[in-house]
């Protein structure tokens, strides 16, 4: 393939192993040994602009396989997140009446069910990036973090695919665009980081730790609980709202509902917050997961 002449950073290093057979001759058995050009202390983020070309196959290779083998293709993006959507609003819109602040509850319910489903798929299947493309990583040298990176911006995709529902009911609901869109779009970059610090950190304990997969989808339901995708932060008491604003999430679905659904104004205490937090992740995941990669080619 044409990317893989574009791989840097290959040292390929040749050991020899000598063993003496019967009649007494050397025999050599060369290996070859994939490593990273730079150590484990330092991350060259410039170098990974050489392989963007990589990182393009990467993303499109997913969304490809993704719905290749599906009768209406990619608009299982779109009516996945609708469907979901209406069973929501049957449960706790009209059995249950969660109450949504005046807004109406399928209007009220998708922005938060797209960031939510944007970040689910962003976790799950970025836990499994390493695990699945073992041959890939096994064979030639490139950073591996491209791998989750790549499912991250795959799932980015899908949500895009899905907004113009959520434009078609504010359309269907007589609401309008709000200023928050303003503050959406740099927090819809900050849900990306965060994503992506999550997706870096359980690939790569998956590679030393395969519970991980059977933990992070349960850890993912207590989180989606635990923001408020079906109700409202009004529900939670205000004594509790500040802890409950350390997840990220809170602050950027209310800023969506805010921005697109006529939802109040997002504190900017709470904005604050997502950041740190949602940065604080992402540092964690990047240096886990550094640390760790040059091995990842033994374990799988």
Request: proline share 6%; with cysteine.
């Amino acid at each position: 393939m044409v990317w893989l002449a574009q791989l840097h950073g290959v040292v390929l290093a040749s050991a020899v192993d000598i063993g003496r057979n019967a009649s007494g001759e050397a025999r050599r058995r060369p290996r070859a040994i994939l490593r990273p050009a730079f150590s484990r202390a330092q991350f060259d983020y410039r170098a990974l602009w050489s392989y963007r070309e990589l990182f393009e196959v990467l993303v499109w290779r997913l969304i490809i396989v993704r719905y290749k083998e599906t009768t209406i293709g990619i608009a299982w993006a779109v009516l996945q997140p609708i469907g979901l959507m209406l069973v929501l609003v049957i449960f706790f819109g009209v059995f249950t009446r969660v109450p949504s602040n005046g807004v109406p509850y399928p209007l009220f319910v998708y922005p938060g069910l797209l960031i939510w489903q944007f970040c689910s798929q962003s976790f799950n299947q970025g836990s499994m990036a390493i695990v699945n493309n073992g041959q890939l990583v096994t064979r030639v040298y490139f950073p591996r973090g491209l791998l989750p990176a790549a499912v991250v911006s795959a799932s980015l995709v899908d949500l895009l695919l899905a907004f113009p529902a959520l434009l078609a009911l504010m359309l269907y609901y007589g609401v309008s665009p709000s200023a928050g869109v303003l503050v959406f779009l740099p927090m819809l970059v900050v849900t990306v980081l965060l994503s992506l610090g999550v997706a870096l950190l359980f690939s790569g304990l998956n590679v030393f730790y395969r519970d991980v997969v059977y933990v992070l989808p349960f850890l993912t339901q207590i989180w989606m609980f635990s923001s408020p995708v079906i109700y409202p932060l009004s529900m939670v008491p205000e004594r509790w709202q500040f802890l409950y604003a350390l997840n990220p999430l809170v602050a950027v679905i209310e800023t969506a509902r805010w921005g697109f659904a006529g939802g109040p104004p997002v504190r900017i205490a709470h904005l604050v917050i997502a950041v740190a937090v949602s940065l604080a992740v992402l540092g964690a995941g990047v240096r886990y997961f550094h640390r760790r990669e040059a091995i990842f080619s033994d374990i799988i």
